[in-house]
């Protein structure tokens, strides 16, 4: 069964960066599509970021793009968010999850992590 | 960026009753291949969100048959055929076309 967990969140001062990491297991990592998706405190789901199975393609939310950055480490089966200049409104639960396979049109977000907090605050 | 929207925002629903949420787009969502990226997910009190209907009908094994999306284009809906008590939570609809991928507000559903 796929298993994504998240980790690095934390608490962090304005201005400041932080990376989350994304372990993943029981299936073919270096085969799917990975998303970031987050939910601020009292807010819906926002589509964060994406990146290819091979790294090649890679887009942004325009609230993050040249703020946060997505990659991937393939031998390691670990997603990374790199995300720097933290601002207030960056406060949510980050999730990763799966998304298409290389050989395969769109199945949807099929598997979801368990979400790292990111509190933003002095 | 296509732009989501979803009604109601607010479902209060009655356990064994039918129940319907609806989501449209800026954009259409029909690639040339026939298929509609619209994706329906479900956020469950305390639980991650998880996939309910994909490619705007197709639903992936272990999710139960009184879910069902329709639609195409613009306009789509998820039903649901009897509401149970375990299917409260916050509905969303989300565009997979073109990125960045968009999210609707959210629909909850809970229980009368």
């Known amino acids: 069964q796929a298993q994504l967990v998240e980790s690095g969140g934390g608490v962090v001062q304005p201005g400041r960066s932080l990376r989350l990491s994304c372990a993943a297991s029981g299936f073919t990592f270096s085969s799917y599509t990975m998303h970031w998706v987050r939910r601020a405190p009292g807010k819906g789901l926002e589509w964060v970021a994406l990146l290819s199975f091979d790294g090649t393609k890679k887009d942004y939310a325009d609230s993050v793009r040249g703020q946060f950055t997505i990659s991937r480490d393939n031998s390691r089966d670990t997603l990374y968010l790199q995300m720097n200049s933290l601002r207030g409104d960056d406060t949510a639960v980050y999730y990763c999850?799966?998304?298409?396979?290389?050989?395969?049109?769109?199945?949807?977000?099929?598997?979801w992590g368990q979400g790292t907090l990111v509190t933003v605050s002095s | 960026d296509v732009v989501m929207t979803q009604s109601p925002l607010s479902l209060p629903v009655t356990p064994g009753e039918p129940a319907s949420i609806s989501c449209s787009s800026s954009q259409s969502l029909l690639h040339s291949n026939g298929y509609n990226y619209l994706d329906w997910y479900v956020q469950k009190p305390g639980q991650s969100p998880q996939l309910l209907i994909y490619?705007?009908?197709y639903r992936p094994s272990g999710v139960p048959d009184r879910f069902s999306g329709d639609g195409s284009g613009t306009d789509f809906t998820l039903k649901i055929s009897r509401v149970e008590p375990e299917d409260v939570g916050v509905y969303y609809c989300m565009q997979a076309l073109q990125t960045p991928f968009t999210f609707g507000p959210g629909t909850k559903v809970d229980v009368k």
């Open positions: 490619l705007g009908s």
């Open positions: 999850a799966r998304g298409s396979h290389r050989n395969y049109d769109s199945s949807g977000l099929d598997f």
